[in-house]
């Protein structure tokens, strides 16, 4: 098992490009999330997941965007990169009742 | 709003010592209870899960709740250099489909040889 990965690890993206953070499970998690660390700070949920075709915000989605396809695949889409979007990056996945298993996140740079 | 309160530290303890830490929540729905080790640069990993009231044991960590009061603490015993990382408390709660987790903001903990 694999676990929950993603890519890539960093990324320099220029104000007002676009990316996708790519997040994939193989332990058949049926709940998924996307979460934001900025320094010394805790995690904030940006999107999650509860299964394949279902989406839906979490404390700080604005610019952010997710799709939900398969059970194994959670991509991030970020649209007009700002500089607010520095971070780190985390997905992570559950099988009820709650222990979340993290990726080992995407640090991204705005400039 | 739903919040999770820790100290910051940094909390410094001697290797062999014990090292105590303390998280305080909002909502007094919270019914999941978790603890998050991370290493500088590193992902959030599981270290424990407690739901009932009382202490839960793993190894050199013990987890406490109390709900009527609304902490949780982590105590790990004959501290490790290698247990210097920062430490973040979670808390779910029972009700709704989405299993969400509040974290606060952790706690960096420091075990010196």
């Known amino acids: 098992n694999a676990g929950v990965t993603q890519t890539p690890k960093f990324r320099i993206l220029k104000i007002g490009q676009s990316m996708t953070l790519q997040c994939a499970q193989d332990?058949?998690?049926?709940?998924m999330y996307w979460y934001r660390q900025d320094p010394g700070m805790g995690l904030k949920l940006i999107y999650y997941?509860?299964?394949?075709?279902?989406?839906d915000k979490g404390e700080v989605p604005n610019g952010y965007n997710v799709s939900r396809s398969t059970t194994e695949d959670f991509p991030l889409r970020l649209e007009l990169a700002a500089p607010s979007q520095t971070s780190v990056y985390f997905c992570?996945?559950?099988?009820?009742?709650?222990?979340?298993?993290f990726g080992p996140g995407t640090r991204l740079t705005v400039t | 709003q739903k919040e999770v309160e820790q100290n910051s530290g940094p909390l410094s303890v001697p290797e062999g010592a014990i090292a105590s830490l303390n998280c305080t929540y909002s909502d007094r729905g919270s019914q999941s209870f978790f603890w998050y080790r991370q290493y500088s640069g590193k992902s959030p990993e599981l270290i424990m899960s407690i739901y009932s009231n009382g202490d839960k044991e793993d190894g050199r960590f013990t987890a406490q709740l109390n709900k009527a009061s609304q902490y949780v603490s982590l105590l790990i015993r004959d501290s490790q250099p290698s247990d210097s990382a920062t430490y973040l408390c979670?808390?779910?709660?029972?009700?709704?489909?989405?299993?969400?987790?509040?974290f606060g903001s952790g706690t960096q903990l420091t075990v010196l040889p």
């Open positions: 997941s509860v299964g394949a075709g279902i989406t």
């Open positions: 992570a996945s559950s099988h009820p009742p709650y222990e979340q298993y």
């Open positions: 979670a808390v779910g709660l029972s009700s709704g489909s989405a299993r969400q987790l509040t």
């Open positions: 332990m058949n998690h049926n709940y």
